[in-house]
């Protein structure tokens, strides 16, 4: 059974930061591409950012120089870096795991901006 478990995700006010993690289970992690993507209410869901296993980056170009993805392999855990955070980052902020035809998401972790 294959499982993405996110965390870290709360209330932060405008101009700070959070770490979002996503630990999976029951896949081979590194040889899957693992992205955050964020919806908002009201929006579709967007890309953040992806990272594949050997460590190859791609952001949406909003978050660029905001945030900064990483993974660790040993721990089956992606993260997501998010500073300076603006109201408009507000959203549930969703791990991705893809590898060819297998497509798995978390049940996502909310992020609100607010003063």
């Known amino acids: 059974q294959v499982q993405l478990v996110e965390s870290g995700g709360g209330l932060v006010q405008p101009g700070g930061s959070l770490r979002l993690s996503c630990t999976a289970s029951g896949i081979t992690f590194r040889i899957f591409v693992m992205g955050w993507y964020r919806q908002a209410p009201g929006k579709e869901r967007e890309l953040v950012a992806t990272i594949t296993g050997g460590g190859t980056t791609n952001y949406a170009d909003s978050m660029k120089g905001r945030f900064i993805i990483s993974r660790d392999n040993a721990k089956n855990t992606v993260y997501l870096q998010m500073n300076s955070l603006e109201p408009e980052d507000t959203a549930v902020y969703y791990c991705?795991?893809?590898?060819?035809?297998?497509?798995?998401w978390g049940q996502g972790t909310q992020v609100t901006v607010s003063s």
């Open positions: 991705n795991a893809v590898f060819f035809r297998q497509n798995y």
